[in-house]
């Protein structure tokens, strides 16, 4: 069964920073998008970051230039560097992929269960 797996959570203060990453695993064939959304208290989930297969990168408005994703050498994995952090990113966040189990499979979204991030001094 493939797994999305994150790690790299904890208690952070505003202004601090913190590094989020996410290995799939199981039988993967191919993987085209990678990404983070996140859901804050009482608000929808939405998306934070995604880098693309070729390897562009897109960001939500009210991230960008302070979080930067990135995808692993051997590009099953993907991390989320989150600089200045602010009361506001408080959320669960859940990587994504984009996954094919085989040749011929279609491409189906996969989730990791998500890692609250408290973001509070």
């Known amino acids: 069964q493939v797994q999305l797996v994150e790690s790299g959570g904890g208690l952070v203060q505003p202004g601090g920073s913190l590094r989020l990453s996410c290995a799939a695993s199981?039988?993967?064939?191919?993987?085209?998008?990678m990404g983070w959304h996140r859901q804050a208290p009482g608000k929808q989930r939405v998306l934070v970051a995604v880098?693309?297969?070729?390897?562009?990168?897109n960001y939500a408005d009210s991230v960008n230039g302070r979080f930067t994703i990135s995808r692993g050498n051997t590009k099953n994995t993907v991390s989320l560097q989150m600089n200045s952090l602010k009361a506001e990113d408080k959320a669960v966040y859940s990587c994504?992929?984009?996954?094919?189990?085989?040749?011929?499979?279609?491409?189906?979204?996969?989730w990791g269960v998500g890692t609250l991030i408290p973001v509070s001094s």
């Open positions: 199981g039988p993967i064939f191919s993987i085209n998008d």
């Open positions: 994504y992929a984009e996954i094919s189990r085989a040749v011929g499979l279609p491409y189906m979204d996969t």
């Open positions: 880098v693309f297969r070729a390897g562009s990168t």
